[in-house]
């Protein structure tokens, strides 16, 4: 298995820009969650999923961010319209159950 | 409320020197904690996690780590750091939000300087 895919690696967006992410779960695995890491503030989980289900979307920070898993292969958070504070990189992971998280390489998203 | 505790922000040991990370957590039940690694501009990769059982844990790399429950600690070590083991390293502990699911917590890091 290639593990978690996520794309693209780097994005360089202007300020009110729609961003989308996407990220490639391992195949069976059956939890998705997608996590923002700042100086700052850390690893901060947005959103999960679980059998493609969205179960706590209580991180996410603002309106302008939403997330979906149309089928259990795909994931996407999209930040419309996006602002400078966004700039981060973001992590998409999935596990089976209880299992470990096996993470992505992260899309390190710039917003001038 | 869970959380994670990584006191030390940055820490800096030699090539050879044996190495302790501190990880304290907060959780009302029997927690399941893991140990991250992130080398730049790279994923988080798992070193090792404990469930239940024996509180020392045997993890990728070299490193092991033991469960204190009475201190709710989970600290990492290595007898003696490579080169390579430069990187940040995040303590997890998944809390459990229904049954059967979890999420996971993470400290805010340590970053790991090795000087040859």
């Known amino acids: 298995d290639a593990g978690v895919i996520q794309s693209p690696r780097h994005e360089v967006t202007e300020m009110g820009q729609e961003v989308t992410l996407r990220c490639k779960p391992i195949?069976?695995?059956?939890?998705l969650f997608w996590y923002r890491q700042t100086m700052m503030r850390g690893l901060e989980l947005l959103i999960y999923f679980n059998n493609n289900v969205p179960i706590d979307d209580s991180g996410m920070p603002e309106d302008r961010f939403s997330a979906k898993m149309p089928n259990a292969s795909f994931s996407t958070l999209k930040i419309q319209p996006s602002e400078p504070r966004d700039s981060a990189v973001y992590f998409c992971a999935s596990s089976f159950s209880l299992g470990d998280y096996t993470f992505g390489s992260g899309t390190r998203l710039t917003v001038v | 409320a869970q959380s994670v505790t990584q006191p030390d922000i940055h820490i800096t040991v030699s090539e050879g020197a044996s190495l302790e990370l501190r990880c304290n957590y907060s959780y009302g039940a029997t927690p399941y904690l893991f140990w991250y690694v992130q080398s730049p501009g790279q994923g988080l990769q798992l070193l090792l996690k404990?469930?239940?059982?024996?509180?020392l844990v045997q993890g990728i790399k070299g490193f092991e780590a033991e469960f204190k429950r009475s201190q709710s600690s989970f600290n990492l070590r290595k007898p003696s750091v490579h080169w390579s083991d430069a990187a940040e390293y995040f303590c997890a502990v998944g809390a459990l939000v229904s049954a059967g699911t979890y999420k996971y917590i993470f400290g805010t890091g340590t970053r790991l300087k090795v000087l040859a």
């Open positions: 195949s069976g695995h059956d939890y």
């Open positions: 404990y469930f239940s059982g024996d509180t």
